[in-house]
């Protein structure tokens, strides 16, 4: 039977285009949270949204050292050549034998030219780790429920991003969404501080597949976020309230 899986959120101040700083962020904020099965850092977390150029392969192999040494599960978007050349916002999921998998962003910001320095992906990607199915997104994903909407095949979302302050009310309302209209858990992992063009307010939360917070960030300052997934309890959930079965086959 499959266990409770213990999810934390890490969440930074991301220093713009400054990896060998984030990483030493991300590893005291992490070595101060309890002990997890999973850590999700935001989107772009090595750098911020927008830095001008991926940074080889440092922040990777951070992440890939760290799931290793912690026998645990990392998972964060970074700015990654594609094997054409090209340049992805690409979230990697690291399990603990340094194995990964990873999601190319799919709708690129382009209100805010993102599509101008970076091509998006066209694969949905799925990754399963400890009996919990998780649906890879990132940021601005969250705004299109079609290409999030549950197929059968997932447990939880895990979504990373730079979400701006200026649009929290937009962050908060869109993750609770998600995680009612599929029955699913969602794990939302925003960064704070400030970049040369946003503001960002946190927000960070775990919400169950009724809209509630499991867990919630509070305030705007760098935190770790920690819950329990009960995958059971969302088992047995969707098998007593099936609404999920009327939904559209629109694939």
């Given at each position: 039977?499959?266990?409770?899986?213990?999810?934390?959120?890490?969440?930074?101040?991301?220093?713009?285009?400054?990896?060998?700083?984030?990483?030493?962020?991300?590893?005291?904020?992490?070595?101060?949270?309890?002990?997890?099965?999973?850590?999700?850092?935001?989107?772009?977390?090595?750098?911020?949204?927008?830095?001008?150029?991926?940074?080889?392969?440092?922040?990777?192999?951070?992440?890939?050292?760290?799931?290793?040494?912690?026998?645990?599960?990392?998972?964060?978007?970074?700015?990654?050549?594609?094997?054409?050349g090209t340049l992805r916002n690409r979230l990697y999921f690291v399990q603990p034998?340094?194995?990964?998998?990873h999601y190319d962003k799919h709708h690129l910001f382009t209100y805010g030219g993102?599509?101008?320095?970076?091509?998006?992906?066209?694969?949905?990607?799925?990754?399963?780790?400890?009996?919990?199915?998780?649906?890879?997104?990132?940021?601005?994903?969250?705004?299109?429920?079609?290409?999030?909407?549950?197929?059968?095949?997932?447990?939880?979302?895990?979504?990373?991003?730079?979400?701006p302050e200026s649009r929290q009310y937009a962050w908060d309302t869109l993750i609770?969404?998600?995680?009612?209209?599929?029955?699913?858990?969602?794990?939302?992992?925003?960064?704070?501080?400030?970049?040369?063009?946003?503001?960002?307010?946190?927000?960070?939360?775990?919400?169950?597949?009724?809209?509630?917070?499991?867990?919630?960030?509070?305030?705007?300052?760098?935190?770790?976020?920690?819950?329990?997934?009960?995958?059971?309890?969302?088992?047995?959930?969707?098998?007593?309230?099936?609404?999920?079965?009327?939904?559209?086959?629109?694939?």
């Amino acid at each position: 039977m499959p266990q409770n899986v213990r999810i934390t959120i890490v969440q930074t101040d991301i220093k713009w285009d400054s990896p060998e700083e984030n990483i030493i962020s991300a590893e005291a904020l992490l070595n101060s949270a309890p002990k997890s099965d999973l850590y999700v850092l935001p989107e772009m977390w090595a750098t911020g949204f927008g830095a001008p150029s991926a940074h080889g392969r440092e922040p990777l192999d951070w992440m890939r050292h760290t799931a290793t040494t912690r026998h645990d599960a990392v998972c964060g978007s970074l700015a990654a050549r594609a094997s054409d050349g090209t340049l992805r916002n690409r979230l990697y999921f690291v399990q603990p034998d340094g194995t990964s998998v990873h999601y190319d962003k799919h709708h690129l910001f382009t209100y805010g030219g993102e599509n101008r320095q970076y091509t998006p992906g066209n694969r949905r990607v799925v990754t399963e780790y400890k009996g919990i199915r998780f649906l890879l997104l990132t940021c601005y994903d969250l705004r299109f429920p079609v290409w999030a909407r549950y197929r059968g095949d997932y447990d939880a979302i895990i979504l990373t991003a730079n979400w701006p302050e200026s649009r929290q009310y937009a962050w908060d309302t869109l993750i609770r969404a998600r995680a009612i209209e599929n029955q699913c858990y969602v794990i939302a992992a925003n960064r704070t501080g400030n970049d040369p063009n946003c503001r960002y307010a946190g927000g960070s939360a775990i919400i169950d597949a009724k809209g509630r917070s499991v867990a919630q960030a509070e305030g705007q300052r760098p935190q770790t976020v920690t819950a329990d997934i009960d995958i059971e309890a969302l088992r047995t959930f969707r098998r007593k309230f099936p609404v999920l079965e009327d939904r559209d086959k629109i694939f």
